[in-house]
Nanobody, 115 residues
Framework: QVQLVESGGGLVQPGGSLRLSCAAS????????WGWYRQAPGKQRELVAS???????NYADSVKGRFTISRDNAKNTVYLQMNSLKPEDTAVYYC?????????WGRGTQVTVSS
């Protein structure tokens, strides 16, 4: 069984930065890929960034150039560095892991961008 725990969310002013972390625990032996999703109230959950086993990354157009996804395989942890934050980035951010071709989700961490 695999469990994911996100951390690093909070309140930040526009233009500020946050770094989200997601640590996987359990028997980790075959990570296929990681993703960060977000969902604002009343809106659909959307993919923000992903990184697959070979290291290839993908970003939503709305965050490209501002956000960076990275991973530490030794720690079974994925990160999302968020710079130049905008109020539109306000959402609950969810970590997603594909391990042994099975999807796992974290419970989410709130990011609020407001003056």
């Amino acid at each position: 069984q695999v469990q994911l725990v996100e951390s690093g969310g909070g309140l930040v002013q526009p233009g500020g930065s946050l770094r989200l972390s997601c640590a996987a625990s359990g028997s980790i032996f075959s990570i296929n890929g990681w993703g960060w999703y977000r969902q604002a109230p009343g809106k659909q959950r959307e993919l923000v960034a992903s990184i697959i086993s070979g290291g290839v990354t993908n970003y939503a157009d709305s965050v490209k150039g501002r956000f960076t996804i990275s991973r530490d395989n030794a720690k079974n942890t994925v990160y999302l560095q968020m710079n130049s934050l905008k109020p539109e980035d306000t959402a609950v951010y969810y970590c997603n892991l594909v391990h042994a071709r099975i999807n796992y989700w974290g419970r989410g961490t709130q990011v609020t961008v407001s003056s």
